[in-house]
């Protein structure tokens, strides 16, 4: 439904970790990610949550990669048995899988002598030709492979290390998104607002209930690449949901 | 890693929606499902999250069916144009698609009689032969077609109605999860842990690294169908953080 003249920058994410999977820990990082790419103009258009074995990140990564122009990984590249992403990206790209001089002298850097571990040497290796992305936090790197970006599970590094690869995205335009709120409930609004749709095929309209005030509504979110068309459309659904006795609420960003 | 002579019953989960994938809602069903399904003895393996439209749903839809014992469906059920996930699920099990009677009879009885818009109405299609799964809550029910089960994405009615449907499933033996927590930082652990691990090959550990009180410390979280050799594991592990100067705490529970 988006304007057909222009690119959409597509991105995937990889979250791994049977944690995730068991409900012992909650993901934080998609959210994040989300909304940071779609400020960047790149669409966050998949994400799986995979489980820690090669079988399974190996062929998330290589069927996601194919499919999307960029793909992020989080979690997995700590320094525990458990942490195999690194590797399984090397096997995803056919790469030779060793120590990475830069890495490892960052890491050497950063520990004492008797702290440099063999565990902690696990976080220098990656798959040969990897290009590393600095960790102003705990200084152990992530990496980009092609259009695969490895970074970590903790939300607080994440975001770090993602402020230092932001240069490295081509986005394309940036998706204006606004908000109509109203205590007209889906049911009543459903049949109105697919004629709006189809009369504003350059926008996507997403309808969000909520239970609020002892009463039903909904948030209706518009989004599209051209703001002047999803302000039409935004002065459609508000009519719309006037005309069934609503008063609508108008709120709008240019970056969610 | 799991005792070879146990099934070992997998789910895979898929959430749908725009809302999601954009940051703009984050998803609680995850979390939930992965540890209510652990404590029935089945394992959530895999997760995605995919668009509003057919083919991402429908892909993912008849890729995961086939690979795992269960699919759970969590969104795009409601009234509006955006909600595409039943007829997406008749086009990927090439059935029919149409009203169900028994669900236009649920919401008939429940709605006043001007109530009863077209947009409401569509909330009881349903591929043919589907078996409903009630909605306590809000009344518009789920269904069920062989082993994927279709649920909303709010997660209020989504637990109410995963409540009706445990009966129905098949579990295997739940995983018991002890937990070791310690100040000694992943670094340091990580060597002795890569050999427990191999000196426990029926127990699953994971090591999920924190920072509190201004110092990092790891959970070690050890995974077993059989508590014994849980336990057995918790020992070694306890006993290596000691010897390391830790001062570990082990925490457990049955269900998660």
Redesign the interface.
Known sequence: MSDSTLKIVTAALIIIG??????????AN???????L?ALGI??????????TPD?ICGAVNALRAQYDYVFTTGGI?????DITSECIAQAFGLPFGRNPEAEAVLRDY?AEG?V????L?MANTPEGAILIENPVSKAPGFQVENVFVLPG?PRIMQAMFGGIRHRLVGGQPMV?RTVSSHVP??????P??EL?ARHPDT??????FFRDGKPG?NI?I?AVDAAKADAAVQDVADMLTSLGGKPIIEGSAD?
């Open positions: 049977n944690e995730i999977l068991s409900g012992r820990t909650k993901d998609m959210a994040y990610l989300g909304a940071e779609n669409r966050l258009t998949e994400a799986r949550v995979v489980a820690d399974a700590g320094p525990t048995h458990d520990y702290e571990t063999e565990a902690r696990r903790v998104s889906e049911g009543q609004a459903g049949g607002l697919t749709q996507e309209i997403g309808s969000y209930p909904a979110v989004r969610v």
